[in-house]
């Protein structure tokens, strides 16, 4: 029965279908809307995750009763408003952006969805902040530089307490993981390889892939 699509895990690409499930299972409520179209209206490039992808981070976080979360890449705070929401009560995540300007404008987003008192938005770069913060923690959410994700799920390992769970946006590397040329799909391929010593892992074939591990 297996072809080459049915592989992949992405057989069905219509746009249509893919619309109609993101709208029945992944609605945008007004303060997701603002800090999904944020990036379009100001400025900053529009590399959020998809509807769905934001949906699951919110449910894998609420799965695993996750109360201490960090993300490198807040770009508008999207995918933040969608993990915090997904939060024990009390829960916190520290999200880490290296643009001043995303960073201003996802504060301003998470504030207008009530959340200023949940998300803590760390200005500077993913490998200078992170050893600042203290684990353990329950999820790890890396969505940012490509050339840093290797050294982001060391950091990872280091600090998600067992069971905690790792979650890494584009694991395909836009398709191009195995290029030989690319220090960022170089970078990507030693995560997933890194991530198999300390994680039992996944790949998800999420439209750019979302690599999920759990800690031993
Ligand atoms: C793909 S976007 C994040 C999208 C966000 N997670 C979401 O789905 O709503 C990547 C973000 O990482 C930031 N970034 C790039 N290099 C970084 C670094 N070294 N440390 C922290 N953030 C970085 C970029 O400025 C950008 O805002």
Known sequence: MADDDSRSGLRYTDPALLGWLDDLHAGLDPALRQAFEAPGQQGMP?????????????????????????????????????????????????????????????????????????????????????????????????????????AYGRWAAANLRPGGLLLADNANYFGKLLDPERAGAAAVRRLHEE??????????????GLLLGIRR
């Open 195 to 208: 991530a198999r010593d300390a994680f039992d892992t996944v790949c998800v074939p999420t439209p750019d």
């Open 46 to 150: 529009a590399i959020q995750v998809g509807r769905s992808e934001g949906r699951l981070l919110s449910l894998l976080t609420r799965l695993i009763g996750a109360t201490k979360a960090v993300e490198v890449g807040t770009l508008a705070g999207f995918s933040a408003i969608h993990i915090a929401r997904g939060l024990a009560p009390g829960g916190h995540l520290w999200s880490i952006e290296y643009d001043p300007h995303h960073a201003e404008v996802a504060r301003a987003n998470i504030a207008a969805a009530g959340l200023s008192d949940r998300v803590t938005v760390l200005v500077g770069a993913g490998q200078d902040v992170l050893p600042t913060l203290a684990g353990p923690v329950d999820l790890v959410f890396i969505d940012a530089d490509k050339e840093g994700y290797d």
